[in-house]
């Protein structure tokens, strides 16, 4: 995820002061007593990842170069020789396997119990994954130039980018790896019929952010740049131009094995990656463009867009470009940051609300129930949802953006 500044406080005071909540005659009013709530966060620091006591404002523990799975139960280090799996509500050292001493090795896919390990991105026609669940290891060797991606829940498909040609790829497709059998093979359509041979889309672009949809255990995938790219569909209607779509999202069910791709129109994809962004709260999935201000509004139950504005036009580009977006939603809003600009939308009209300025750079944005979370420089800013009244700040070193944020029992 990537980290959105804001720095004016436009609509609801006005020209307000920076987070600062206004009273009825428009003056700055001081934020209300609240204590901090409850909670984790989770964050990238230059350290590795930081996993933050809300309650208590510190650093419970720093894990370099770990991985999350994505419902954040489990946390996956890889570190001298050694895989270490730590439960991420408490830090508790469930495993500890030894691995082969690689410098290049890496976690690239986990799900709660199980890890995939792998050699960096790079040419070869073939490829050793190793499974580790459970306390022992698993080797696979497996053609092609293989990178695992996600799993199911249960384990037992392993989603892999296929990339092509194995030797010099510049693109690669997503396939599923039948963990049990030992059998690599297409995805479904999302009427749950097998692809045929020749017909699975292949990728030019890259993939710039992952959400996933706990409730359903979909994977939302953002790709940009994506020119000359033919869908499943297009290649099954004997379609053989690109229909001129540069960004996407990917929708992958996890567990039924089917993959669609909702295409975005123009000119998302266009702008800089990291200007990209995505959210999913409910049934809504938006996707949000810094570069241009341009947000949409998708419904995940038909997979169709459903609305498009641009209140991303108060967030005034710094010259040279936006760096990188972030967005996330809650209680029926959108907030979006970009430099030092955080904007505040109507989730369901996108109607920009409110926009207030941050102190410093963007570095990412959480949201828990009566609190907006906002990165910026090396500081966690707590935020009233609604006014953007300051509630407190807690210190992270070497920040670079927010992850995840869940409530805890008090």
């Known amino acids: 995820m990537a980290p959105y500044t804001r720095r004016r406080a436009l609509i609801l005071c006005g020209a307000a002061a920076v987070l600062s909540a206004c009273a009825p005659d428009g003056r700055p009013q001081p934020p209300p007593a609240k204590p901090p709530p409850s909670g984790r966060l989770y964050a990238d620091t230059a350290a590795g990842l930081a996993v933050a006591d809300l309650a208590r404002g510190t650093v419970r523990a720093t894990y370099p170069g770990a991985v999350a799975d994505h419902r954040w139960a489990r946390l996956y280090q890889l570190h001298d020789g050694h895989l270490r799996t730590y439960r991420a509500a408490d830090g508790t050292l469930v495993d500890d396997l030894p691995i082969a001493r690689t410098s290049s090795l890496q976690v690239k896919a986990v799900t ?18 190793t499974l580790a669940t459970g306390g022992r290891r698993r080797t696979l060797e497996l053609d092609g130039n293989i990178e695992p991606e996600a799993f199911s829940a249960d384990g037992n498909a392993m989603y892999v980018l296929d990339r092509l040609p194995p030797r010099a790829p510049n693109r690669y497709r997503v396939r599923v790896y039948d963990v049990a059998r030992g059998t690599m093979g297409a995805l479904l359509t999302r009427d749950k019929r097998q692809i045929p041979p020749g017909q699975e889309e292949e990728m030019h672009g890259q993939g710039r952010q992952a959400v996933l949809d706990p409730a359903q255990n979909i994977l939302y995938t953002l790709y940009t740049h994506q020119d000359a790219h033919l869908h499943t569909r297009d290649l099954a209607a004997g379609r ?3 229909p001129g779509v ?6 992958l069910h996890l ?9 975005l129109p123009a000119p998302f994809g266009l702008g800089p990656p990291e200007a990209h962004t ?8 938006y996707v949000f463009d810094a570069s241009t201000g341009r947000v949409v509004l998708a419904s995940t139950r038909d997979l169709t867009i459903t609305r498009t504005g641009r209140p991303g036009r108060l967030m005034s580009p710094t010259p040279g470009g936006t760096g990188e977006a972030f967005a996330v939603a809650g209680d029926g809003r959108l907030y979006l940051a970009a430099g030092r600009r955080l904007l505040v939308c109507d989730g369901a009209t996108l109607a920009a609300q ?5 102190p410093g750079q963007a570095r ?3 949201y828990l129930e009566g609190e907006l979370l ?3 420089g090396e500081q966690v800013l707590r935020l009233e949802p609604h006014t953007g009244a300051r509630l407190g700040a807690m210190t992270l070193p070497g920040l670079r953006a927010l992850r995840h944020a869940e409530r805890t029992a008090g």
């Open 354 to 358: 409110a926009a207030w300025d941050l």
């Open 278 to 285: 995505l959210a999913v709260e409910d049934a809504r999935l």
């Open 112 to 129: 709660t119990g199980v890890a995939a390990i792998g050699p960096p991105p790079g040419p070869r026609t073939r490829t050793t994954i």
């Open 364 to 366: 990412g944005l959480a």
């Open 255 to 263: 567990d039924q094995g089917w993959a669609y791709c909702l295409d």
């Open 246 to 251: 540069h960004a996407f999202v990917h929708v």
């Open 240 to 242: 053989d131009l690109s």
């Open 374 to 376: 906002a990165g910026t």
